[in-house]
């Protein structure tokens, strides 16, 4: 397996190798290591699903990104100038100019997290039988336009599909799929193209700035609206200006408005790139859309000068969006990732390449070839490296991928996958040492480990709250 060249590129930037991070060491919240009996014990509680775990009998947790960052000291800081006026908070007023300045979009919207602004875009513009394409589906967003009455269409470049490919854009939309689905419902079928910056499932990769453009240009023909799901578009951007010619010299915050220049709006949790613990939003252009959302979130967030966040969470927000631009701050968050994948991949351990920006992913289908997918390979791989090692990642692969609603059946994607989520600004390289050593042990262990059997299936989401059994 090839080792992907951008760890030395980012070392040679500075004349050197080696690198750290922007920042130093504040405050420290001690983490427990288990025995063996207990994770036993844990994990047969939580029934075979991360997702059930008690933190508290996690070692190093990487179930996910979101909402784990640690805040700056300026965050804090903000978290002090909360105006928890119930309507028109001082914060309010500072989030909406951080989104207008570093996305450039006109109307803001506020919501608790990602999946509130989901539900809101959802309502406000697809109607039923609508198809919405995208590149690979997200869990909650597909969700909130299925609930709404659409369908979800996957148009993402078949790369995305294959963990050894190694081109440098596997999140790309490919235009003649777009264009077959257009020929083929009709553009008045098509509320908008659901655009997905460093893609979640397919390991975190990215789109190009000439994929965005030429996507504008289609939608403009055809008369479609183009949105993004912004959540870790800032990572994006890094990977255009390491990887894309013409961006090498020009900053991430530019890149990043020069992207979304391109689109009519965004939805973003900022739980991601935003260095938050809880927070999100949608901005349009349009006024119309905002109208409808703007009413909406009062029925289901909260006033539209806050939707479901606190003033102090506003203003933690307003200056994480500025800190999560900054090209020192993305090159160590982003070269923390790179570097465990470089260990795993010296190690010949098969993981998702290029490495995506914010987890490193297991390709469990090569871990485990003898258990086939409907006894979710993933979902056994997560915990058996919990077994191991009291590490907490999470499944991305059939059991993530739900039902088809037309057929009852699972879907089975090409991709069955773990994702070690790296949280921003929170465990060190040791940290990562110490993963690396885990998944190795438990690779070694491969032949050993059988299927689980799902014994509890809730109706949405299932991921969350599925409970299994060994087999
Ligand atoms: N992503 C993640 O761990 C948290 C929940 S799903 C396991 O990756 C994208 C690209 C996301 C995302 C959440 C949401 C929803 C939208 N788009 O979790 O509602 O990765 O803030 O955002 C999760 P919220």
Request: proline share 4%.
């Amino acid at each position: 397996m090839m080792t992907t060249t951008i760890p030395q590129t980012m070392g040679q930037q500075f004349g050197r190798r080696s690198w750290a991070e922007p920042w130093k060491i504040k405050m420290v919240e001690p983490i427990r290591m288990t025995t063996r009996a207990e994770r036993e014990q844990a994990i047969d509680e939580a029934g075979y699903n991360t997702f059930l775990l008690r933190s508290n009998d996690v070692y190093i947790d990487l179930l996910t990104d979101s909402g784990t960052s640690a805040m700056s000291d300026r965050q804090w800081a903000g978290i002090m100038l909360g105006d928890e006026a119930y309507a028109g908070s001082n914060n309010f007023y500072r989030l909406e100019k951080a989104i207008q300045d570093y996305y450039g979009y006109k109307y803001i919207v506020p919501t608790h997290q990602g999946r509130g602004a989901e539900h809101l875009i959802s309502q406000a513009v697809i109607k039923q039988g609508d198809y919405i394409p995208g590149n690979m589906y997200f869990t909650t967003t597909r969700l909130h336009q299925e609930l709404a009455g659409g369908i979800f269409v996957d148009v993402i470049v078949d790369a995305a599909h294959d963990p050894t490919d190694l081109s440098p854009f596997k999140g790309n939309i490919d235009l003649n799929k777009l264009e077959s689905l257009i020929e083929k419902v009709g553009a008045e079928k098509i509320p908008y193209v659901s655009l997905a910056g460093t893609v979640n499932m397919a390991g975190g990769q990215p789109v190009s700035m000439a994929n965005v453009r030429d996507l504008r240009v289609l939608c403009d023909k055809h008369n479609i609206r183009l949105y993004l799901d912004a959540t870790r578009m800032a990572e994006n951007c890094f990977f255009i200006q390491e990887r894309e010619e013409g961006y090498a010299d020009k900053p991430v915050a530019e890149i990043l408005r020069e992207f979304c220049s391109y689109t009519d709006g965004a939805w973003m949790s900022s739980k991601k790139d935003h260095l938050v613990n809880i927070g999100g939003w949608l901005a349009v252009n349009d006024e119309d859309v905002f109208d409808k959302a703007r009413n909406m979130v009062v029925v289901y967030e909260g006033l539209h000068t806050y939707g479901g966040m606190s003033g102090r969470d506003m203003e933690a927000l307003a200056i994480g969006i500025s800190e999560s631009v900054q090209d020192d701050h993305l090159r160590a968050r982003i070269g923390q990732v790179y570097y465990l994948g470089e260990l795993l991949t010296d190690w010949q351990i098969p993981i998702v390449q290029p490495v995506g920006g914010h987890a490193i992913f297991l390709d469990a289908k090569k871990f485990y070839p003898h258990i086939s997918q409907d006894k979710f390979p993933a979902q056994t791989l997560a915990s058996e490296l919990y077994l191991e090692s009291g590490i907490r990642a999470m499944e991305r692969g059939v059991v993530s991928a739900g039902r088809d609603p037309e057929t009852g059946d699972h879907r089975y994607p090409a991709l069955e996958l773990v994702r070690l989520t790296i949280p921003r600004r929170v465990y060190t390289q040791a940290h990562m040492d110490v993963t690396a050593e885990a998944v190795r042990a438990v690779y070694e262990n491969r032949e050993n480990t059988n299927g689980l059997n799902m014994v509890y299936e809730p109706d949405y989401l299932r991921f969350f709250q599925a409970r299994f059994e060994r087999l």
